[in-house]
């Protein structure tokens, strides 16, 4: 119940992070998405619509815009408690996606 009442957050340039956005409101979980500044517009806001919060990282010329998304995502979940949920490096993520 605590771990459910501090809420997920997760990194997404969209896809992923308005799927986890819906889920999460739908089960009255609060949901962070880290999306890079340039990921689209309307990739953000509909991961607001979904009721996510969405919080905009950085893209660093050279560095992949996932790595530095990951990172602020890593940075909200130490500093709230939110569990962090990994787009692709989780088997139960691969197998929803399957």
């Given amino acids: 119940p605590e771990q459910r009442d ?8 969209g896809n992923f992070g308005q799927g986890l956005a819906a ?21 953000q806001d509909r991961a607001q619509i979904y ?17 530095t998304a990951a990172a602020e995502a890593e940075k909200v979940s130490e500093m709230e408690g939110k569990t962090l949920l990994h787009p692709f490096e989780d088997r139960e993520v691969i197998a929803g996606q399957g």
């Fill in 6 to 13: 501090r809420g997920v957050v997760a990194f997404s340039s």
């Fill in 23 to 43: 889920a999460a409101t739908s089960a009255g979980v609060q949901s962070t998405i880290v999306m890079p500044e340039n990921a689209p517009l309307s990739k």
């Fill in 51 to 67: 009721g996510a919060h969405v919080t905009l990282s950085k893209v660093i010329p050279g560095t992949n815009r996932e790595v």
